[in-house]
């Protein structure tokens, strides 16, 4: 008997999760769609068995949510949930099974239930909103219409099933695959039909719901809706859903809260704080601040779950005192907050507030926080597995697919949070299959890149706790080697339009760092207050020079000032007068020679990465522009070590 291969996708996705104004929305977006998939996937088990071979469902913590009831969404019981809150599952399914109809049947079923959960996170939301309107409010400002028009159908379901008729099951599923591809470029739906009058912030293609709601709700809930914030159902469905459909009694202490751009950029300065915790000028400042934060009455986020590193590291200090701030949101600790405009519009504050509150909480906050060097930027982190296509279609089994399956689940929840989130200032917004987005601080970010890319291929080892990273020796068998990957990264400043820095994102990625002959590649894209942009593109590794850490050795020359800058800019005025590479390059040695701070420092900490930089130029002469490429990506190690507290 033949076995059939049944494809699952749910959509629109990029649309979906990249609609978004905070790191919370944007979270938000990817974990609902885990949750969606969860259902979809657990209907199939539930009609069909376990027929599912991508992704690895077994341990995903949904599955506690979902199974044996995934028709039943009332019944969905978010408080079996651990801490775990990433979304770990991708958007589609592979099934096999060799009863075409029950396949089919199982898929359409999937169909009906993704849609059924939606629509019940949709339903609480709703009711919640209701039931905390003000007395004198008319409910039936929830203009039903809206409602059922925005989100009836918001989800789309596609699949295909396959007849398998290859001697080989990766063959099969190529071909599967083509099938699917096919499918996937009938788009034929129009989600904007029907929306008329003025549209909502976020999306800009739906209209908005009622006024009155605005008017009273976010006025009551400042945090949660910024002062002319004016939303769609679909988007206010997703700004509310994690604390009303997804929020735990677990959570209640700490809520289910995503960090905001402004709490990534700051949390490197902050561990740097909790080193120096128990000097008595740094507690006299911390004292001094939260009694100034409370004098001013500053209604922001109090209790936050702290980005886990921070966590982590806070667990040293012995000094029980003060430690509520590291549970503030990022705002709070950069000066330029404590304006009286901010103070109105983003807080909710009376325009008649005293001068002085603002200015003594303005000069407590720069006293506590200026010898830290709290960071107004921060980066964000994609990465992507090159050529997964081709690795499947080299499964000799349906087993074989099973098993890659499984490894791509053990890098994505249990690598990537250990990695990541252990080692650095970083939070995982998601990560399903061979794909996701973390936040990172400044200081991390090339550190982090560097431990990504080389936990996917196994050249990524811990000895106590600590990491190594070693392209040259073979991978660690403790890890699976998934192979190379490319991976985009965004730097841009706090209060930037996420849309727009997530837009930057992709383009780095896909346009850029996959464009690389043979990938293997980064982009770095640095997103300028002055609205200029720059990108820096680079194979991981050239010859035997690991590229990441050469930039994050030239990002601690530059932050120790050990090396200036200048010499940049000296390559870059005068990089067409050199003519050949052998000119250009002793034109380096020397500007690195006149720049390093002495002849000391020039033998001991420069001249042994000179070739590196032989041989990240060299590598580069294939691409187009290299010369200019190259700058670039020296630029960006000097870029991430200014510190950029004014
Ligand atoms: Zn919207």
């Known amino acids: 008997m033949n076995n059939y291969i049944g494809i699952f996708q749910i959509s629109p996705v990029q649309e979906y999760i990249n609609q978004a104004k905070r790191t919370q929305d944007f979270w938000a977006g990817s974990y609902i769609l885990s949750y969606l998939s969860a259902v979809a ?8 068995g376990d027929c599912i071979v991508y992704p690895f469902f077994d341990e995903n913590p949904f599955k506690m949510v979902v199974s044996g009831k995934p028709d039943d969404p009332r019944a969905h019981d978010f408080d079996v949930l651990e801490n775990e809150r990433i979304g770990t599952l991708p958007n589609r399914f592979v099934a096999v099974l060799d009863d075409q109809e029950s396949l089919k049947n199982a898929l359409k079923q999937s169909q009906v239930n993704v849609s059924n959960a939606y629509a019940e996170i949709v339903r609480k939301v709703k009711e919640r909103l209701k039931s905390d309107l003000k007395p004198n409010i008319n409910p039936m400002i929830f203009n039903d219409q809206i409602w059922q028009r925005q989100n009836m159908n918001f989800f789309k379901t596609m699949w295909v099933v ?145 980005i886990p590193f921070i966590q982590e590291h806070s667990k040293k200090i012995d000094y029980k005192i003060n430690k509520e701030i590291l549970r503030w949101d990022g705002d709070v600790f950069l000066k330029d907050t404590y304006q009286r405009k901010i103070l109105v519009d983003d807080y909710g504050m009376s325009r008649d507030i005293a001068w002085k509150k603002i200015h003594d909480c303005a000069e407590a906050c720069t006293k506590l926080m200026e010898p830290f060097k709290p ?43 250990k990695v990541c989130e252990s080692n650095f200032t970083a939070k995982v917004s998601y990560f399903g299959g061979d794909e996701g987005i973390i936040f990172v601080g400044m200081d991390d970010l090339l550190s982090l890149m560097r431990c990504l890319r080389a936990a996917f291929s196994g050249h990524l080892t811990f000895d106590a706790d600590q990491w190594h990273v070693d392209f040259f020796s073979p991978p660690n068998p403790q890890f699976p080697d998934l192979g190379t990957a490319c991976i985009g990264a965004v730097v841009a400043h706090h209060q930037q339009s996420l849309l727009h820095v997530i837009e930057r994102l992709h383009h780095s990625l896909e346009e850029k760092a996959k464009q690389v002959e043979d990938k293997d590649a980064f982009c770095i894209t640095l997103m300028k207050r002055s609205g200029g942009t720059t990108h820096a593109i680079s ?60 002849e000391c420092v020039f033998e001991s900490r420069i001249q042994p990465i000179i070739n590196d930089i032989r041989q990240i130029y060299n590598g580069m002469e294939s691409m187009p522009d290299f010369l200019e490429n190259f700058i670039q990506l020296e630029f960006c190690a000097q870029y991430l070590a200014r510190d950029k507290q004014q």
């Open 41 to 48: 996937i657990e209907t199939v088990i539930q009609e069909s």
């Open 539 to 598: 194979k991981c590794v050239y010859d035997n020079c690991d590229v990441l850490q050469h930039l994050e050795q030239m990002r601690c020359l530059y932050k120790d000032k050990y090396l200036s800058d200048t010499w940049l800019y000296d390559l870059d005025q005068h990089k067409h007068a050199f003519g050949t590479n052998e000119n250009i390059f002793s034109e380096i040695f020397r500007l690195l020679k006149r720049h390093a701070r002495d």
């Open 162 to 306: 396959y007849e398998c008729h290859h001697s080989s099951y990766g063959t099969d599923y190529q071909h599967a695959e083509r099938l699917f591809g096919a499918r996937k470029s009938i788009r034929n739906f129009d989600q904007t039909k029907g929306e008329s009058g003025k549209k909502c912030n976020i999306c800009g293609e739906r209209e908005r719901i009622h006024e009155d709601f605005w008017i009273d709700y976010s006025t009551r809930n400042r945090h949660v809706f910024r002062k002319n914030e004016r939303l769609c159902s679909v988007c206010l469905v997703k700004r509310l859903a994690p604390e009303i459909v997804f929020e735990t009694k677990k959570d209640k202490e700490s809520r289910l809260v995503f960090p905001s751009t402004s709490t990534i950029a700051v949390g490197p300065a902050i561990c740097r704080l909790i080193d120096k915790w128990a000097e008595l000028d740094v507690q006299d400042a911390l004292t001094s601040f939260i009694q100034k934060i409370n004098i001013l009455n500053l209604n922001f986020p109090r209790r936050l779950p702290p």
């Open 375 to 417: 960071a107004k930027y921060y980066a964000i982190v994609m990465m992507d597995g090159d050529n997964m296509g081709q690795y499947l279609s080299q499964c000799q089994t349906i087993n074989e697919h099973r098993q890659f399956s499984k490894n791509l689940s053990e890098f994505s929840r249990g690598t990537i949070p």
